[in-house]
């Protein structure tokens, strides 16, 4: 009995501290002309995005908050320079 609420006590840690999930991060945004300025920055080229808005209304334009995985990765292999974000 003892050894199974350890084993279930080790389970339930394990499933605990895994990665939480992380939001996906594409280029490209759609700006909806609705009224309620609804927007969707979900698309990975600007074809799927101007497919979305159309007929819909609205616009497309690059993910102010995108960052490339070549961006993300030059700049933690940039020898000597940390950026100011992980400093805060």
């Known amino acids: 009995m003892r050894i199974s609420l350890f084993i ?19 280029p490209w945004c759609a700006y909806y002309d609705m009224g309620t300025g609804a927007t969707n920055c979900g698309f990975a080229i600007s074809q799927q995005c101007l497919a979305a808005v159309s007929g819909v209304g609205g616009n497309c334009g690059p993910n102010p908050a995108y960052q490339s995985c070549q961006d993300h990765i030059r700049r933690l292999s940039t020898p000597g320079v940390i950026p100011i974000e992980e400093l805060l």
């Open 8 to 26: 279930l006590g080790v389970f339930a840690a394990l499933v605990c501290f895994e990665k939480p999930a992380t939001a996906q991060n594409y």
